[in-house]
């Protein structure tokens, strides 16, 4: 009878023993409770995010942290082709924020202001301005290049007045060359279609472009001609999508378009 009081004795201290070890570390798992001062200092961290997100001892991993606990969602909508994107911000708590943010493009007419752009740099050049005046106005009147330029600058300006109609600030290019209506150097072209110069020389050179080749230099310097339907043609060409097999490109893409007469 002695055995068997002192076995249930243990049995008992055991499991006492067990309760207590799992209250424990019940009691070191939970959560500590808030009191009143660790929620003031929490509503001033809160209130100091901003200095928080900018100062040099955060992290990106920190800052990484921060977006998850309050943002909730973010919702990205581009305006058709533009530079324009809207994006709203879905915070948690429920507030919803609009914002516009820029984005870069390939080509100029891309751009929401191409045509005032175009209208600007006629009216500059009317009065005067020089290709690098004009870009200063440009850059002072808020006027951003597609791609990821931040600025223009004299190369562009001319190849925006070229585009216009000035050829004029063609007459000193190599070769002494003229360009004629609608057309353009090669390296003007390729960056209005957003395209590589090679690939454009390699069009030339398939016919898919009507061009003429000046004399001068080791490989002379092309001119290409390239009215709006053309232009628009070439941008399909460009556009037209490539796998894996040799299926050719569509013809009416790659046979340009007879040159009028009285163009050149």
């Not at 191409?114 to 006027?143: D, K, S, W």
């Not at 925006?160 to 063609?170: A, F």
């Amino acid at each position: 009878m002695a055995v068997e009081l002192e076995r249930r004795w243990e049995q008992a201290l055991r499991g006492e023993r067990t309760l207590q070890e799992q209250y424990d570390r019940f009691l070191r798992e939970r959560p500590r409770e808030l009191n009143d001062g660790d929620r003031e200092l929490i509503r001033s961290l809160a209130s100091d995010l901003p200095r928080l997100w900018h100062s040099e001892t955060t992290t990106a991993a920190d800052r990484q942290t921060i977006i998850r606990l309050v943002v909730r969602q973010v919702v990205v909508q581009a305006q058709g082709t533009s530079e324009h994107v809207d994006v709203t911000i879905h915070w948690s708590g429920g507030f919803a924020s609009l914002h516009r943010v820029r984005r870069p493009v390939a080509r100029r007419d891309q751009l929401s202001d191409h045509a005032q752009l175009m209208e600007r740099v006629a009216a500059l050049r009317q009065q005067g301005r020089t290709a690098g005046q004009i870009a200063a106005t440009l850059n002072e009147e808020g006027f951003i290049p597609p791609k990821r330029r931040a600025t223009y600058n004299n190369q562009m300006v001319r190849e925006l007045l070229v585009r216009s109609g000035h050829t004029s600030w063609s007459r000193s290019r190599p070769g002494g060359g003229v360009l004629g209506t609608d057309e353009w150097w090669l390296n003007q072209l390729a960056s209005e279609l957003g395209m590589p110069q090679i690939t454009l020389h390699s069009w030339l050179r398939r016919g898919w472009v009507s061009g003429r080749k000046l004399p001068g230099g080791r490989m002379g310097r092309w001119i290409v001609w390239a009215d709006s339907q053309e232009l628009d043609r070439l941008r399909r060409l460009r556009a037209c999508p490539r796998g894996w097999s040799d299926e050719p490109y569509p013809a009416e893409l790659t046979t340009p378009r007879t040159r009028p007469e009285g163009s050149s």
